[in-house]
C-alpha cells in the first residue's frame, strides 16, 4: 500500500513542481528523473552463512526517496522474519557513490502531508536499521554523504574505499537545513560530542583518511576489497555468543532509540514546519542548482 503510494507521488511530481510557488527549478532537472519502477534493492541471501549482502542501485546516486526508503524496509523486514538470517552487508551497486542521501526532490515543491509521510518512512529506515538484533556491516564502496553517512552510522561497524575522491559525513548545514536530534544522537554514538558538534556545525565532509582518523568508519581498504573485507568482518562478528551480542547492542542503542520512538508525531511535526518554509525551500533549490552547476 505504502509502495503503492509512493509511486502515485513520483508520476505526479513534475506536475507538483510545476504549480510549486518556489518553482524556478529547471524542467530538466525534474525530466531527467525516471519513473522506473524496477528494484532499488537487490538482496542476496547465502542461507549457509546466514548473511544476506543488500545492494543499493537507484541510479543515479542511491539517493533515499519514498519509494527506495519503503523498499528497504520491506526487505529488512523480510529478513528479520528469516531466523536463518544472522547478518546484513549494505553496499552499493551504483559506481562511486554509496547513497547520496535523502532525495532532496522528496522535500522540494511538496504538500506537507507528502513531506510528513516522507519522514516518517525516513524515521521508520533508522528505527529498523539501528534497532536490528543482526549484525550489520556497511560495506562503503563511494561517497556517503549526509542521510547515506546516517545510513552508515546505523550499522555495526563501517568499511569504506580508500579513495580520496570520496567523502562521508553529515553536511546538512550545507544545504542550510539541520540535521535532526537522532541523526545527531547518532553521530555522537559513534564519534563522540565534540566531533559532532563541529562536524554538523560546519556540515563537514571527510576525505576516508579524515573519517578513519575520527572513528566515523573503522577500517579502509583498497576500492576492489571492500566487500571481501566486510565479508570477513561479518565472520569475526558472527562468531561471538549471538545472545551476549545482541543484549549488548540494545543496551547500547536503546536510549537513542527510546527518545525518538517517544517522540516520533512531534519530530514529524518538526519537520513538515521546518522544510515547508519558504526560506528553507529557497535553500534547497539553490543547493540543487549548485549541484546542477557543478556538473555542467
Ligand atoms: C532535515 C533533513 C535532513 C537531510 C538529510 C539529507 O540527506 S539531505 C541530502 C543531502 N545530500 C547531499 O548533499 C548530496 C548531494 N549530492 C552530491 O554531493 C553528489 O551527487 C554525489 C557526491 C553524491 C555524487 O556525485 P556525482 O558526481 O557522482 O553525481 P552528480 O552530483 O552529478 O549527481 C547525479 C544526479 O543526481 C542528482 N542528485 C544528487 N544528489 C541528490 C539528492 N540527494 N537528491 C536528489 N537528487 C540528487 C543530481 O542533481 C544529478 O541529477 P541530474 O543532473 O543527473 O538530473
Redesign the pocket.
Known amino acids: 500500500m505504502a509502495l503503492r503510494t509512493a509511486f502515485r507521488g513520483r508520476a505526479a511530481l513534475s506536475g507538483l513542481l510545476s504549480c510549486s510557488s518556489h518553482g524556478r527549478l529547471s524542467l530538466?532537472?525534474i525530466s531527467?528523473?525516471k519513473n522506473s519502477t524496477s528494484p532499488k534493492i537487490k538482496v542476496d541471501y547465502d542461507q549457509t552463512t546466514g548473511v544476506a549482502v543488500m545492494r543499493m542501485q537507484s541510479p543515479?546516486?542511491n539517493?533515499?526517496s519514498l519509494d527506495f526508503l519503503t523498499e528497504v524496509c520491506i526487505s529488512l523486514e523480510k529478513l528479520e522474519m528469516d531466523k536463518g538470517c544472522r547478518g546484513i552487508i549494505i553496499t552499493s551497486n551504483q559506481?562511486?557513490?554509496f547513497?547520496?542521501?535523502?532525495?532532496?526532490?522528496e522535500?522540494y515543491g511538496k504538500s506537507p502531508e507528502h513531506c510528513g509521510e516522507f519522514w516518517k518512512a525516513?524515521q521508520e529506515m533508522w528505527l529498523k536499521l539501528y534497532g536490528s538484533n543482526m549484525v550489520t556491516i556497511a560495506a562503503i564502496n563511494?561517497?556517503s554523504?549526509?542521510?547515506?553517512c546516517?545510513m552508515s552510522l546505523t550499522c555495526d561497524y563501517r568499511i569504506m574505499a580508500d579513495n580520496p575522491r570520496y567523502?562521508i559525513g553529515?553536511?546538512?548545514t550545507?544545504?542550510g537545513?539541520?540535521?535532526?536530534f537522532w541523526?545527531k544522537d547518532t553521530m555522537v554514538n559513534t564519534v563522540g560530542h565534540r566531533n559532532t558538534e563541529m562536524a554538523l556545525e560546519l556540515g563537514l565532509l571527510y576525505k576516508p583518511a579524515e573519517a578513519l582518523k575520527i572513528g566515523l568508519v573503522d577500517q579502509l581498504v583498497p576500492e576492489d576489497q571492500v566487500l571481501t573485507a566486510a565479508t570477513q568482518t561479518m565472520t569475526k562478528w558472527l562468531a561471538i555468543p549471538e545472545h551476549a551480542r545482541q543484549i549488548t547492542k540494545s543496551m547500547m542503542r536503546k536510549p537513542t532509540i527510546e527518545k525518538l520512538r517517544s517522540n516520533r508525531e512531534a519530530d514529524i511535526q518538526n519537520?513538515v514546519n521546518?522544510?515547508t518554509k519558504e526560506s528553507i525551500q529557497k535553500s534547497l533549490r539553490m543547493?540543487?542548482e549548485m549541484?546542477?552547476q557543478?556538473?555542467a
Open positions: 530538466s532537472f531527467q528523473r543515479p546516486v539517493s533515499l559506481p562511486k557513490v547513497s547520496a542521501g535523502l532525495d532532496i526532490l522535500m525516513v563511494g561517497s554523504p549526509a542521510g547515506g546516517l567523502s553529515l553536511n546538512e550545507q544545504l537545513i539541520v540535521a535532526p541523526f519537520f521546518f522544510i543547493y540543487m549541484l546542477k557543478k556538473k
